[in-house]
């Protein structure tokens, strides 16, 4: 079956603009992350959404970053008036639910670089 | 939140067997232990997971202690495509996604 997509997979723009980030997590799947990965460095954990319920904001860096997911499926990440810090990539996961031993299933990420 | 410490980078051999240790002192008692598995521009990548002792799949061993304030992934007979990034991943399975708390990864190379 078909894994977890993002998209674009590469994303450049300039400083000030805004951006969305796209992510199909996997069909029946209720639990989506959003992550960040600068260069080099480790995965930085930025919002969490888990069926209906409100999503968990708490890794937001900040408040020019928002997501929302539709229908309980697709999510978009925005980020507004984008800074050059903001690039690196940023990578969506999916698991079945946030239950016991739920692995996550990572997209391939998008790459965005703001000059 | 639990905060992990791996080292930076491991080099070994094909056909060695590569042990990597994930610190994470401040676990709680509801935390699992996950590592995934990175190859350059992919997403992370599944290998094991566990909470306590010993868990083996057919890639991997985990081995968790019984204090569970570090756990060391075993792999066995490494080949020239387990040259990746592994990240130990700390976290409960109920709760908010903040708790999620990836190690900074080590980066292994593998060499003839």
């Known amino acids: 079956g078909a894994g977890v997509s993002q998209s674009p997979s590469n994303k450049v723009t300039e400083k000030g603009k805004d951006v969305e980030l796209r992510c199909d997590p996997i069909?029946?799947?209720?639990?989506l992350y959003w992550y960040r990965q600068s260069l080099g460095q480790g995965l930085e954990f930025l919002i969490y959404f888990q069926g209906n319920s409100a999503p968990d904001k708490s890794g937001l860096p900040s408040d020019r970053f928002s997501a929302e997911r539709t229908g309980g499926s697709v999510s978009t990440l925005t980020i507004q008036r984008t800074q050059q810090e903001d690039s690196a990539v940023y990578l969506c996961?999916?698991?079945?639910?946030?239950?016991?031993?739920?692995?996550?299933?990572f997209g391939p990420g998008t790459r965005l670089l703001v000059l | 939140l639990a905060k992990t410490t791996q080292p930076i980078s491991m080099d070994s051999y094909e056909g060695q067997e590569v042990n990597i240790t994930c610190s994470h002192n401040n676990i709680a008692t509801n935390d699992y232990i996950t590592w995934y598995q990175q190859f350059p521009s992919q997403g992370p990548r599944f290998i094991i997971q566990?909470?306590?002792t010993k868990v083996t799949n057919e890639v991997a061993s985990l081995f968790i202690p019984a204090d569970r304030k570090s756990s060391t992934l075993s792999l066995p007979r490494v080949s020239l495509s387990d040259t990746a990034v592994y990240y130990c991943l700390v976290g409960p399975f109920t709760g908010g996604g903040n708790k999620l708390t990836f190690g900074t990864g080590t980066q292994l190379k593998v060499e003839l």
């Open positions: 069909s029946g799947h209720t639990a």
């Open positions: 566990g909470y306590k």
């Open positions: 996961a999916s698991s079945l639910n946030r239950a016991l031993g739920e692995t996550q299933y």
